[in-house]
């Protein structure tokens, strides 16, 4: 991994231990409203967590396209001699869930369905932990 491919993880997580370090000092507070995270925070300690995790944000996922578009152990900057066999398209797909509801995509129809089910599952389970959290 390239040194700035991981700048952005790096902020987030720092953001992240700000936020348990500002939460564990009592300066700020973290909720569970329906399925969204959300913290209160009257502190600079509780600030500086959250502009640190948006800016990881940021970072990581408008650094994403350039990083993903190289292949392992290849430079950009060195143009080299053409391959003669393409490798097999490689098969994607994922689960992001917008509140309780998924959504679901994937490069072809099999990875979809695969997707499905993931997103079925995880939908479950997070039926299942809210109902178990409001008997409690």
């Known amino acids: 991994m390239r040194l700035t491919a991981a700048v952005g993880p790096g902020i987030l997580i720092a953001g992240l231990v700000t936020l348990v370090l500002a939460a564990s ?9 329906v399925v969204v995270p959300v913290m209160t925070g009257r502190s600079p300690l ?21 990083s993903a578009a190289l292949l392992p ?11 003669a066999p393409t490798p097999p398209a490689r098969r994607w797909g994922g689960v992001v869930f917008l509140g309780p509801l998924p959504l679901i995509f994937g490069s072809d129809p099999r990875m979809t369905r695969s997707m499905i089910l993931v ?13 178990l959290a409001l008997l409690a």
Do not use: H, K
């Open 25 to 33: 000092r009592g300066e700020a507070s973290i909720y569970l409203v």
């Open 119 to 131: 997103g079925a599952v995880l939908f479950l389970a997070l039926l299942a932990l809210t109902i």
């Open 73 to 83: 152990g290849e430079d950009s900057s060195v143009p080299g001699p053409p391959s």
């Open 46 to 66: 509780a600030f500086l967590a959250v502009l640190l995790v948006f800016i990881g944000f940021f970072v990581t996922f408008l650094g994403w396209p350039a």
